[in-house]
């Protein structure tokens, strides 16, 4: 396999500059605080192929869905983040000729984006005619102050002499590439040449969903000191132009600094004057001062989020990588935003909120983050219940309905298969309550916001289901599992068996719930009995002579043959008919093994067993949310060699562009399962009735790994090498542990062995 980047712990790193890969280097360098973000794209411009692309949390836009088959209850648009005006612009001129890796010719290139930090940097000798200058480029997206974005460019002339213009600007005229034909998002507000502003917003839409003002403000300094240019403007668009003359051996450095403001946390006839403050704050510091405060910060996280790997550097770097871009991603500093598919790195997926969140960010997040950060995620969701029960009256059911996708809680999916029928969201999405309830041991959102949320799915499911007097069974037809290389079947086991979960669960803590919520729901005695009918009646289909529960109806008429058959035509979403793809056995990402891992605790080892030998060589790994929960059941039934394949694909699934796709952006969401197959798969972490416990194990090219996690007030450190197992409670109240069923008592300071 041919690495775009070097092997290298704590950067991502190159020193080979490939055009044919530009948009992948984009992706894998792109940097963000959970405010904003973007891809790495060149400050001085690219003319070659490539992305450019920054986006802002939060700041989305209604795109009408164009369809030739339009349906009653379908979405009346797509929803997307909009491609956000692009602040990073230095053009630069040497001499006269314009600085375009595209077209000039220049040596001893070099990026890399340091993940202590998340500083991406540059650097390369631009070879002109008499003429050789080194440029360095630094840029971080603030951790601390959210809407600030700092960028400096330094350039030496090592021969000759040259004079140097500098174009630094502001752009409101971008496009997405995924647009409707080629139609703008922006509408210019205006200009200010003096305040070094442009202010912009979204255009209208007849959907009820607000325009989103942005203003961005500029200002440019040398050693620390402000220096102003000449400022030209065009209809949404500022340049300001500084020129400097420089001979052998000298230098100059510009440091631009940015701040981004919106109409999500500013009035739109405020933010000039917000701007400005901000402005002041951030250049009342350094460049390098603030990079120490930011790295500082960053720093913090490490300390309780890092996993340390020897013996292995691919997967050192991978499991960082992973955990610095979800970290730039989403951090719970805001509880009106979520977890984009993409993140900040592309435009695939629109930016908007898929059940990804629950299922994979959740766990880990659980144990990584403060409790708040969670619990954030979980009140998201319960604000945008009335966007849910929306939805179902859309399809004509009661209850609430969970989005496929969103950024406001309505549906703004437009694929049909998903939209209509991967509902499998709606007790997904529900599920993370009861992780966080068994995990944080806090049930004071279960007993009530929670309480909305289960009872509002649990009537869709009550009334999505119907009795079939054949089987004398509960059933559910025209849906679409995880596996999405199936669409409108009917009794999707794991679908089935999350919805009879979700009612079960509902019923099991309607009682404990606060008199407020339970007055609030206002569950009736004839609607307990019929969610326990449905319980306790419920269709799960099954070949009991094989031992495996059948991902749906008729699975077994399929022509079952494992994926070792089809290797030289994969990825098959690449190489065949969606036809197909539908026709054939083979399966995109977990499904039946989905709910195995997310109700471990119900099933039995020979049952897990069957089912995994039965469907993971049917699994093509197509989506980036497979490979880590086929790594953690793996490992838990001890097949650990297949445990740590899986694992590596995971954790450079983008890395090293497994599913050839990174160039449309990187997949945030899956990031998570490299933690998870580490934490839950190797060291074998659960938390089954108040009991945390592990039961680890070492990939034979590791020498040993580490981690640490929180869990109910308390910081462990985890140590598995070869040998040992090593536990050490950092902080926190005495606990007991179960390290492979032995019991270990932990205390503050102490290390514990197993």
Aim: aromatic share 12%.
């Amino acid at each position: 396999m041919k690495r775009i980047f070097e092997i290298d712990p704590w950067k991502v790193i190159t020193h080979n500059f490939d055009p044919n890969n530009k948009r992948l280097q984009e992706s894998m360098t792109a940097i963000g605080n959970d405010y904003m973000g973007m891809r790495g794209n060149f400050e001085e411009g690219y003319s070659g192929d490539h992305l450019q692309g920054t986006y802002l949390a939060g700041v989305w836009f209604p795109d009408k869905t164009r369809v030739g088959w339009w349906k009653n209850g379908y979405p009346k648009y797509f929803g997307k983040t909009p491609n956000a005006p692009s602040f990073i612009g230095i053009g630069i001129t040497i001499n006269g000729e314009k600085l375009d890796l595209a077209l000039v010719k220049f040596d001893d290139f070099e990026l890399a984006l340091d993940m202590h930090q998340g500083l991406l940097s540059r650097s390369f000798i631009y070879e002109g005619k008499d003429v050789k200058v080194k440029f360095e480029f630094e840029r971080f997206l603030y951790i601390i102050q959210k809407e600030a974005a700092l960028i400096k460019v330094k350039a030496t002339v090592l021969e000759g002499h040259a004079k140097i213009d500098f174009y630094s600007s502001l752009d409101g005229t971008v496009v997405n590439e995924d647009s409707n034909y080629d139609e703008r998002f922006w509408l210019p507000l205006g200009e200010d040449k003096d305040a070094r502003t442009i202010q912009v917003q979204t255009k209208e839409n007849p959907y009820d969903v607000p325009q989103f003002t942005v203003l961005l403000k500029q200002g440019l300094r040398h050693n620390g000191e402000t220096v102003e240019g000449d400022v030209s403007t065009e209809e949404a668009k500022l340049s300001e132009k500084l020129s400097i003359d420089l001979n052998e051996g000298e230098s100059y450095e510009l440091e631009k600094d940015v701040i981004v403001v919106t109409s999500r946390d500013v009035k739109d006839e405020d933010q000039a004057g917000v701007a400005a403050d901000l402005m002041k704050k951030l250049q009342s510091k350094s460049f390098a001062d603030n990079l120490a405060d930011h790295t500082a910060a960053w720093k913090k996280r490490w300390d309780k989020s890092d996993v340390e790997i020897s013996g292995d550097d691919a997967a050192q770097q991978g499991i960082r990588f992973n955990i610095c871009q979800l970290f730039m991603t989403y951090y719970g500093e805001d509880e009106r935003l979520n977890v984009g598919p993409k993140g900040f790195t592309g435009e695939k997926y629109g930016g908007a909120t898929y059940w990804d969140t629950e299922a994979y960010i959740v766990p880990m997040y659980l144990c990584v983050t403060d409790p708040s950060v969670p619990r954030a995620l979980l009140q998201y969701r319960h604000d945008q219940l009335p966007g849910a029960y929306h939805n179902a009256k859309e399809q004509g059911l009661p209850g609430a309905l969970f989005p496929m996708v969103t950024f406001n809680g309505i549906e703004c999916h437009n694929e049909w298969e998903i939209t209509f029928e991967e509902i499998h969201r709606n007790a997904d999405i529900p599920h993370a309550i009861a992780m966080y309830t068994d995990y944080t041991g806090d049930d004071s959102y279960v007993k009530n916001e929670g309480m909305d949320v289960l009872v509002g799915t649990a009537r869709f499911w009550a009334a999505r289901v119907h009795w079939s007097k054949w089987r004398n069974k509960y059933v559910m037809h025209g849906v679409t599992g995880p596996n999405e290389y199936e669409n409108n079947v009917n009794n999707n086991w794991f679908t089935n068996t999350m919805a009879r979960w979700l009612l079960q669960y509902t019923l099991k803590r309607l009682p404990l719930a606060t008199k407020e919520a339970q007055a609030r729901v206002h569950v009736t005695e004839e609607e307990k009995a019929k969610w326990q009918d449905i319980v306790d009646k419920m269709y799960l289909p099954e070949d009991k002579e094989r031992g495996i529960f059948l991902q749906q109806d008729d699975f077994l008429d399929k022509d079952i043959r494992p994926v070792s058959e089809i290797e030289d035509q994969r990825p098959i979403n690449q190489h065949w008919s969606w036809d197909k793809i539908l026709r054939s056995p083979f399966i995109k990402q977990a499904d039946v093994l989905q709910g195995i891992y997310f109700l471990n605790d119900q099933y039995t080892k020979e049952q897990k067993e069957k089912n995994f030998d039965f469907y993971e060589p049917l699994t093509v790994h197509e989506s980036s949310l497979s490979p880590c929960i086929h790594s953690i059941l793996a490992a838990e039934l001890g097949k650990q060699k297949k445990a740590v394949e899986l694992y590596e694909r995971t954790a450079r699934l983008d890395l090293d562009n497994y599913n050839n796709d990174t160039v449309d952006g990187l997949h945030i969401t899956s990031m998570s399962g490299s933690w998870l197959a580490i934490v839950q798969g190797f060291a074998g972490m659960r938390y089954d009735h108040n009991q945390l416990k592990f039961n680890p194990f070492v990939p034979d090219a590791w020498d040993h790994y580490s981690f640490k996690i929180n869990y109910r007030g308390r910081l462990i450190e985890v140590y598995v090498d070869h040998q040992d197992t090593k536990i050490t409670l950092l902080k926190g109240d005495d606990l007991d542990v179960l390290v492979k069923d032995k019991k270990l008592t932990l205390k503050e300071g102490e290390t514990q062995n197993a």
